[in-house]
């Protein structure tokens, strides 16, 4: 089996900053892509940011500049960095993977997800 727990959601005012983690567990074998996404009430989910396995990047251009993804493959973990947080940022954030387990090909994985509400 094969988890995604998401960390670090929260209440924050306009401007501040919040960082996401999303670890992964289980017997993976191997992580290709790592995804955020997001969905707020009445609105399809959508795609915040995505890291490779070598690490180049892709974000929407509604976070760019803002935030910053990351990962660290020895700890089979992906962040989300966010910085000068809009109300409109406010979402459930999904972390989402494409894992392959031991003996397995590749599968797509979702977190529980994490609610992150910007408001003063």
């Known amino acids: 089996q094969v988890q995604l727990v998401e960390s670090g959601g929260g209440l924050v005012q306009p401007g501040g900053s919040l960082r996401l983690s999303c670890a992964a567990s289980?017997?993976?074998?191997?992580?290709?892509?790592m995804n955020w996404y997001r969905q707020a009430p009445g609105n399809e989910r959508e795609l915040v940011a995505t890291i490779t396995r070598a690490g180049s990047t892709n974000y929407a251009d509604s976070v760019k500049g803002r935030f910053t993804i990351s990962r660290d493959n020895a700890k089979n973990t992906v962040y989300l960095q966010m910085n000068t947080l809009k109300p409109e940022d406010t979402a459930v954030y999904y972390c989402n993977a494409d894992i392959a387990r031991r003996f397995f090909g590749f599968n797509n994985y979702w977190g529980q997800g994490t609610q992150v509400t910007v408001s003063s």
């Open positions: 289980g017997s993976i074998r191997s992580i290709n892509d």
